[in-house]
């Protein structure tokens, strides 16, 4: 055969991967821009707002409920929701939707960007269809606070109760004139030695007000501090790969964590011998213990690895019902230790994936996996890379995570040619409430790009036998032939 005749045949399955990158979703937008001299217009007002704050967990969890109307005399669709400026940062996941409506899709929400040196910034929240003049709506904003609970002392023995602080302001945030509103706080336990603002108290819950006619921007100042008895788990990155092999028929998932315990610190050293003689009646206490991390049904060979090697202290089970994930870190982590490590497993790809007609590929993940634990699991930011086999093109995707960017590249391994196609999402803030969001990922993959490996393998050991035989053919010696 000539070698023609072998590059034309060869050629088609390389030149597809080149055209990816013009087929990827656009992404969702994380801010728009606007002028330096922007206000938000008083259109609206909150005719009644029922804010709820809830502290039971390792980050701050909010939901505000508010009815408001249109008081210009034009239909309004564009309603802001301010945050303080240092606290925009740390906001994540902000979501509003019809309250009376929950069958609706959410509505869409950006931040605005306007001047970076404003102690006030804001998310504009868009209707889905605007508000007629002196019409009202309800709407439900729920959002959650990243690294916001400080604790109090920020140093403790190892034995000593935690506490954590919360500082916040009495009033809902809000840009415009609110006629009735409230504030609730619910904790996760009864111990609150500390707090501000005469709020009435009922058990785990305290209530602000109610308040009447506050203006916008109205702030009141209070604090609270409480005991918590968990760590305050969160990661500062999360890198997760999610890789596709055809050939295989595997789906093989690896996250790479930076964990930190944002909790009170040890004011000593830390003792082995305290901490083992505690464990026997097993108190609470604030620093890591374990992590639980539920795969999905059917996962298997998974590991657990960190900067020195294999770590032996985890447990796997998995049946027909559950796969769980149980990770004993080789110390316990407190407050202000850092914890890096990596988990990995398979799965079956088939239940994952499905084809569509005319030859495309719908492929179906959880966004995020990682530990499920009752304090709760913060990132500051995570990494999603879906890497799929050589010669996917036509890639979209969508997912109800907000995202701060997406891109296509390539990434090469064994007995690649020009790379796998490879779909990568960042996300900020992000709680572990996100572990039930879906990511669905299509794509084209035409039949004669499955073929690219084994051709590519095919071609190497012919190459590597043609050399051999030319090299055999050589004649080295010194001397003349007889």
Same mark, same amino acid.
């Given at each position: 055969?000539?070698?023609?005749?072998?590059?034309?045949?060869?050629?088609?399955?390389?030149?597809?991967? @080149?055209?990816?990158?013009?087929?990827?979703?656009?992404?969702?937008?994380?801010?728009?821009?606007?002028?330096?001299?922007?206000?938000?217009?008083?259109?609206?007002?909150?005719?009644?707002?029922?804010?709820?704050?809830?502290?039971?967990?390792?980050?701050?969890?909010?939901?505000?409920?508010?009815?408001?109307?249109?008081?210009?005399?034009?239909?309004?669709?564009?309603?802001?929701?301010?945050?303080?400026?240092?606290?925009?940062?740390?906001?994540?996941?902000?979501?509003?939707?019809?309250?009376?409506?929950?069958?609706?899709?959410?509505?869409?929400?950006?931040?605005?960007?306007?001047?970076?040196?404003?102690?006030?910034?804001?998310?504009?929240?868009?209707?889905?269809?605007?508000?007629?003049?002196?019409?009202?709506?309800?709407?439900?904003?729920?959002?959650?606070?990243?690294?916001?609970?400080?604790?109090?002392?920020?140093?403790?023995?190892?034995?000593?109760?935690?506490?954590?602080?919360?500082?916040?302001?009495?009033?809902?945030?809000?840009?415009?004139?609110?006629?009735?509103?409230?504030?609730?706080?619910?904790? &996760?336990?009864?111990?609150?030695?500390?707090?501000?603002?005469?709020?009435?108290?009922?058990?785990?819950?305290?209530?602000?007000?109610?308040?009447?006619?506050?203006?916008?921007?109205?702030?009141?100042?209070?604090?609270?501090?409480?005991?918590?008895?968990? &760590?305050?788990?969160?990661? /500062?990155?999360?890198?997760?790969?999610?890789?596709?092999?055809?050939?295989?028929?595997?789906?093989?998932?690896?996250?790479?964590?930076?964990?930190?315990?944002?909790?009170?610190?040890?004011?000593?050293?830390?003792?082995?011998?305290?901490?083992?003689?505690?464990?026997?009646?097993?108190?609470?206490?604030?620093?890591?213990?374990?992590?639980?991390?539920?795969?999905?049904?059917?996962?298997? @060979?998974?590991?657990?690895?960190?900067?020195?090697? @294999?770590?032996?202290?985890?447990?796997?089970?998995?049946?027909?019902?559950?796969?769980?994930?149980?990770?004993? &870190?080789?110390?316990?982590?407190?407050?202000?230790?850092?914890?890096?490590?990596?988990?990995?497993?398979?799965?079956?790809?088939?239940?994952?994936?499905?084809?569509?007609?005319?030859?495309?590929?719908?492929?179906?993940?959880?966004?995020?996996?990682?530990?499920?634990?009752?304090? $709760?699991?913060?990132?500051?930011?995570?990494?999603?890379?879906?890497?799929?086999?050589? $010669?996917?093109?036509?890639?979209?995707?969508?997912?109800?995570?907000?995202?701060?960017?997406?891109?296509?590249?390539?990434?090469?391994?064994?007995?690649?040619?020009?790379?796998?196609?490879?779909?990568?999402?960042?996300?900020? @803030?992000?709680?572990?409430?996100?572990?039930?969001?879906?990511?669905?990922? /299509?794509?084209?993959? &035409?039949?004669?790009?499955?073929?690219?490996?084994?051709? /590519?393998?095919?071609?190497?050991?012919?190459?590597?036998?043609?050399?051999?035989?030319?090299?055999?053919?050589?004649?080295?010696?010194?001397?003349?032939?007889?």
């Amino acid at each position: 055969m000539k070698l023609s005749t072998i590059v034309g045949a060869c050629l088609p399955l390389f030149q597809s991967i @080149n055209a990816a990158d013009t087929n990827l979703s656009a992404p969702l937008p994380s801010h728009i821009v606007l002028s330096r001299s922007f206000k938000p217009p008083q259109v609206f007002k909150n005719v009644n707002l029922l804010r709820n704050v809830n502290l039971e967990k390792a980050y701050v969890k909010e939901l505000v409920n508010v009815v408001i109307q249109n008081t210009d005399p034009k239909p309004q669709d564009e309603y802001y929701f301010p945050f303080e400026a240092h606290v925009i940062g740390k906001v994540g996941g902000l979501e509003a939707r019809d309250k009376k409506d929950s069958s609706k899709p959410v509505f869409r929400s950006e931040l605005v960007e306007y001047d970076a040196s404003s102690l006030t910034q804001f998310y504009r929240v868009t209707l889905s269809e605007p508000l007629k003049p002196s019409a009202q709506q309800t709407l439900s904003i729920s959002y959650h606070l990243l690294s916001s609970l400080m604790p109090l002392p920020a140093t403790i023995n190892q034995q000593d109760k935690q506490y954590l602080q919360y500082s916040f302001s009495t009033y809902a945030p809000s840009a415009y004139l609110t006629q009735k509103q409230k504030t609730k706080i619910k904790f &996760p336990g009864v111990d609150i030695p500390d707090y501000t603002g005469g709020p009435e108290r009922q058990g785990t819950t305290f209530t602000y007000g109610p308040y009447d006619n506050i203006p916008a921007g109205a702030e009141s100042a209070a604090s609270v501090r409480y005991e918590y008895t968990k &760590p305050v788990i969160h990661a /500062t990155l999360l890198e997760r790969d999610v890789e596709i092999s055809h050939w295989g028929g595997n789906l093989a998932t690896e996250e790479r964590y930076w964990l930190t315990n944002e909790g009170a610190t040890l004011a000593n050293q830390f003792s082995r011998v305290v901490w083992q003689s505690t464990q026997y009646y097993n108190p609470p206490t604030p620093a890591i213990k374990s992590l639980n991390i539920p795969l999905q049904i059917g996962s298997l @060979n998974p590991y657990f690895t960190d900067d020195i090697g @294999n770590v032996s202290t985890s447990a796997f089970r998995s049946n027909s019902r559950e796969a769980n994930l149980e990770l004993k &870190p080789r110390y316990p982590i407190f407050g202000g230790w850092n914890f890096p490590f990596r988990i990995g497993w398979d799965a079956n790809l088939k239940n994952f994936l499905r084809t569509v007609k005319g030859g495309g590929y719908v492929l179906n993940v959880p966004f995020l996996e990682g530990p499920k634990m009752n304090e $709760g699991v913060s990132y500051e930011k995570i990494s999603l890379r879906v890497i799929l086999p050589e $010669g996917a093109t036509n890639v979209k995707y969508e997912t109800a995570v907000p995202l701060v960017s997406s891109s296509i590249t390539l990434h090469r391994t064994f007995m690649d040619t020009v790379g796998r196609t490879t779909l990568t999402l960042t996300a900020m @803030n992000v709680v572990d409430e996100s572990r039930n969001e879906e990511l669905i990922v /299509t794509y084209d993959y &035409p039949l004669i790009a499955g073929f690219r490996k084994p051709i /590519t393998i095919f071609v190497g050991v012919l190459a590597v036998f043609i050399t051999a035989w030319v090299i055999g053919r050589l004649d080295v010696s010194i001397g003349r032939k007889a």
